[in-house]
């Protein structure tokens, strides 16, 4: 299930008429099968552009990202997303379950397993009951949970999440993070997660990326050892998880 | 909550007491007012000969003939622009490149080229039904570009990070944007559809409720040109209703 993505002397330059923006700068990293790593550093200094160029939505200026070693030339097999604005990635006029069957129709499932796959992933997000009814009926935090729903039906072999908590509240935050983290420990898939949120990064991840410089640079990678198993209250009181986002901090912030 | 007393009250429609204010004050105006003794009918000589004219059945052959231009040209129109507009708004160079033209076209009143037509067709039902096909053609398409052109980035982006093709994106992403828009064009031309299709007999000549007022207007018989212009506003408002009645149905998520 588990896959590697290897990112290799990536750089990326935006050209107007006007400019030449230089965003990332020989960026080289490599993600361990099955690892949760997420990505933090400055706003604007290139973040979701290397997301979007591990999904294939953009291609690097030069550089090159493989999957399990298949090199990415538009969206990589078994990729699967959860973005930030949920409202704008669910589609309004579909319900919740065909929404979470969209991407299935790519495979050639029996109708029989479509409806198994959705139960299973709805009941793996706590949602179990909601499959007639519309993204808009359901609260933010529901619709993330749809999204992630819509994510882990495809059977991903790669998860790649871009900020997608920023748009919750503060206590539906917690709650699916504790979800995400639970994915982790039940199917194992790679992730990679955008965050503006350091302690969110420290808190889910086995490891960090942080970005920084203009154009971006990979300023360190920060191996998180609070143990595999984390809980909101004693993960986050731990003199290591203080100790990690005191560092990851200071180098987002450029003091360090 | 509404209480006993509440719901004894007789509830009067709305609607109904703007009415029979306005044919109270047609008919003071016209009985002893400044129109008294002019052409203009007072109400209820006018509602009389509407009745008569309700029991004739030349008034449906009328009738019939005005509708069959409206739905035959509409139906032509919608058949025409709404594919044409699909494709023309899935690129950004055939949307900018046609756009002039379509819009040159949009804005010439289709009163203008009666003349053309009568040339072309005669006084008749198909150049009735041409009228009302150029009159809205342009504008249902240039709409239903600016729909399909309005679908959300974000939306497009995450069902191309899910493998799914450009067919599947017309269908479950472009296709339920532009619906909101294409709506509007077809509630627009649905009541245009009736005007132009009078306004060709009106003034071309065609058959119809157009001609059956222009000839009540030249034989002097006042009260069956305003009863026929009756006809016409209750013909309008019941167009205009059903359409809006089944688009609240098959749009459900845009009007929420």
Known sequence: MSTEISIEHVSMEFRTPEEVKHVLDDVSYSVTPGHFVSIVGPSGVGKTTLLRILTGLTQPTSGHVAVDGVPVKGSPAGLAVVLQDYTRSLMPWLTVEKNISLPLLNEKLSKAEIKERIGASLEEVGLSGVERSYPWQLSGGMQQRVSIARALAVRPRLLIMDEPFASVDAQTRFDLEDLVLKVKDDFGITTLMVTHDIDEAVYLSDEIVVLYGKPAKVRDVVPVDVGASRSQIETRNSQRFADLRTHVYAMVRGLE | ?256
Do not use: H
């Not at chain 2, 204010?21 to 209820?44: D, R, Y």
């Open chain 2, 1 to 256: 909550m509404s209480t006993v007393l509440e719901r004894r009250t007789v509830r009067i429609p709305p609607a109904l007491v703007t009415a029979l204010v306005f044919l109270l004050l047609w008919q003071v105006f016209t009985m002893w007012g400044p129109l008294a003794g002019t052409s203009v009918p007072t109400a209820t000589t006018t509602v009389v000969t509407f009745v008569r004219l309700l029991g004739d059945s030349a008034t449906y052959s009328a009738l019939g003939q005005t509708l069959l231009m409206a739905v035959v040209g509409f139906v032509i129109a919608v058949v025409l622009a709404i594919p044409v507009g699909i494709l023309v708004g899935l690129s950004r160079f055939a949307f900018l490149s046609s756009k002039f033209t379509m819009d040159f076209f949009k804005v010439i009143p289709p009163i203008v080229i009666i003349p053309v037509t009568i040339l072309v067709f005669g006084p008749t039902i198909r150049m009735g039904i041409f009228l009302v096909a150029f009159a809205i053609v342009f504008a249902l398409a240039i709409q239903t570009a600016y729909g399909v052109r309005d679908a959300d980035v974000v939306l497009l982006e995450t069902m191309r990070c899910y493998r799914l093709g450009i067919v599947k994106q017309i269908r479950y992403a472009r296709l339920p944007s532009a619906a909101p828009f294409i709506a509007v064009g077809i509630r627009i031309s649905a009541s245009a559809a009736l005007v132009v299709a009078v306004v060709a007999g009106l003034i071309g000549g065609a058959p119809g409720l157009g001609r059956a007022i222009l000839l009540s207007q030249a034989g002097g018989l006042s009260d069956v040109t305003f009863a026929l212009v009756l006809l016409l506003g209750l013909l309008g408002i019941v167009v205009s209703r059903t359409v809006t009645w089944i688009q609240n149905r098959t749009i459900f998520w845009a009007n929420r």
